[in-house]
C-alpha cells in the first residue's frame, strides 16, 4: 500500500496550523486568566501570610502584655499582701504591748490600794488598840506605877543633862507635876539627881488630877513627860512612821 506523502504533510500542516490558532485565539487567553486568578491569588495568599503573621505577632504582644500584667498584678497582690501581714503584727504588737501596759498598771493600782488599804486597817487597829491600853494603864495606874515612873525618870535625866543645864540658866525653879502625890523619899531622890545636873535649880512637886498618871517636869519653857499618854502617844507616832514606810506595824523594841 502506497503512502500518499502529500496529503500526510499537509494533515499535518492543518493541525499545527489549527493547534496554532486553538493556542493563540482560545488557550492563550485561558492561560492568561487563569495566569492572572494565580498572581491574584498569590498577591492574596501573601497578603493573607502577611495578616497572619500580623496577627500572631499582635496575639503575642497581647499574651505578652497579658502574662506582664498577671505578673505585675501578682506582685502587686503580694505587696499588698506583706504590707497587710506587716501592719496587722504592728498593730497586734502594739495592742498586746497597751494591754501588758494597761495590766501592769492595773496590778500596781491594785498593789497600791491593797498596801494602802492594810496600812489604814493596822494604823486603825493599832491606834484602836493603843487607845484601849491607854485606858487601862490610866485605870489600872495608882501611887506605885507612878513612883516607878519617878525613879525611872531619875536614870533618863542624865542623858538630858546639856538640855537640863541650858533650860536650868534661864529658869529659877522646876516643876514635877503628877497625877497623885509622889512618896517624899521618891521626890527627895529626883531632887538629889536632878542637883547634880543643876544645884542652883530649885525644884518643887505638885498634883494634877486631870493629868494622865506619870510625871511631867517643866523649867522655864521646857517641858518634858514621862507618863502613860506620852508613852502611847510614842507608840502611835512610831507605828505610823513603820506603816509610812512600808512595814507591818510590828515593831520589836520601843526604848
Known sequence: MSVDWVTVLAQIGNFLVLVWLLKRFLYKPILNGIDAR??????????????????????????????????????QVERIRQQAEKEKDTLLAATRESLEREKQEWQAHL?????????????????????????????????????RIGLHVIGKLKSMKSELVSAAGIAEQAVATTHKP?????????????????????LGFTTDPGQAPGLIL??????????????????????????????????????
Do not use: C
Open 182 to 202: 509622889l512618896p517624899e523619899s521618891t521626890q527627895e531622890k529626883i531632887r538629889t539627881a536632878l542637883a547634880g545636873l543643876a544645884p542652883d535649880l530649885e
Open 38 to 75: 494565580e498572581s491574584e491569588i498569590a498577591a492574596r495568599m501573601g497578603e493573607a501570610e502577611i495578616a497572619q503573621k500580623k496577627a500572631s505577632a499582635a496575639e503575642a504582644a497581647f499574651l505578652e502584655q497579658k502574662q506582664a500584667l498577671l505578673v505585675d498584678n501578682s506582685e
Open 111 to 147: 498593789t497600791s490600794e491593797r498596801d494602802r488599804f492594810i496600812s489604814e486597817l493596822h494604823l486603825a487597829s493599832a491606834e484602836t488598840l493603843y487607845q484601849l491600853v491607854r485606858r487601862a494603864l490610866r485605870d489600872l495606874a495608882d501611887e506605885d506605877l507612878e513612883e
Open 218 to 255: 517643866r523649867i522655864g519653857s521646857v517641858q518634858v513627860a514621862w507618863t502613860v499618854d506620852s508613852y502611847t502617844d510614842e507608840l502611835t507616832g512610831m507605828l505610823s512612821e513603820r506603816l509610812a514606810s512600808g512595814g507591818t506595824g510590828w515593831m520589836q523594841n520601843h526604848g
